[in-house]
């Protein structure tokens, strides 16, 4: 089974509206970060915002908001007030477990986000 | 920018070749991570050294390995390339194990004719 699911291949949004791009995941460690990661043309991985299991409240970075239903197992990460910069690939990833193992990252297959005028 | 430093940035090979990866770590982190991102997926997690030590190996043959050195920087080397090695590779640095932030180099873009 995937643990990261990104259903949106392709995405459109203008100028200035808000988007939302879904993410669901899929783990059994009650102990798990999930990140969101943009990737512009250029290919360098840009995080973006980080939400952890046990966080009661949404995580919050500027324009980007993590919409996290646990029960549901989906993190949906929301842009509000897209620019044209925000054009790009996004990534949801996951880590699993703490205490020592490696921080490995999963990543889903990824959003191409298009901002246009 | 991150810190995170990768070179070369392009490369190109001839299958059976071997190749060697270099990444400087962000200044502090003591945790690097290696990643493959075939064109068009996400990146898939090739293994991470912690102190100088394999910290976690992900999906891939003995012929993936890699190296940390004192000063943390990091080496992924690849011996005989098949052309599905063909990739951008990415470097993650962190601070300690787990870590709630991976900061990732620009890759290497790696083809194999």
């Known amino acids: 089974a995937q643990k990261i699911t990104q259903t949106q291949p392709g995405m459109f949004v203008q100028e200035k509206e808000a988007v939302t791009l879904d993410c669901t995941y899929d783990?059994?460690?009650?102990?798990?970060?999930l990140f969101w990661y943009k990737q512009p043309s250029s290919g360098e991985m840009i995080f973006l915002i980080y939400?952890?299991?046990?966080?009661?409240q949404n995580a919050t970075e500027g324009r980007y908001s993590l919409n996290f239903q646990k029960a549901r197992k989906s993190a949906n990460l929301v842009i509000s007030a897209s620019q044209l910069g925000d054009s790009a690939m996004y990534f949801c990833?996951?880590?699993?477990?703490?205490?020592?193992?490696?921080?490995?990252?999963?990543f889903g297959t990824g959003t191409r986000l298009q901002v246009t005028l | 920018e991150t810190g995170v430093t990768q070179s070369p940035t392009h490369l190109i090979k001839t299958r059976g070749q071997q190749v060697t990866l270099r990444c400087s770590s962000q200044?502090?982190?003591?945790?690097v991570s290696w990643y493959q991102q075939a064109l068009g997926q996400g990146p898939q997690f090739i293994f991470q050294?912690?102190?100088?030590?394999?910290?976690g190996r992900g999906n891939f043959p003995p012929r993936f390995s890699g190296l940390q050195f004192p000063n943390y920087s990091s080496e992924l080397n690849v011996n005989a390339l098949e052309l599905d090695d063909s990739a951008l590779y990415l470097c993650?640095?962190?601070?300690?194990?787990?870590?709630?932030?991976?900061?990732f180099g620009p890759g290497t873009r790696l083809t194999v004719l």
């Open positions: 200044s502090g982190h003591n945790t």
């Open positions: 783990t059994s460690d009650p102990s798990y970060g």
């Open positions: 993650a640095s962190s601070l300690g194990v787990p870590s709630y932030e991976q900061f």
């Open positions: 939400q952890g299991s046990y966080d009661q």
């Open positions: 990833a996951m880590r699993e477990g703490g205490g020592g193992t490696a921080s490995k990252l999963t």
């Open positions: 050294y912690y102190r100088e030590e394999e910290n």
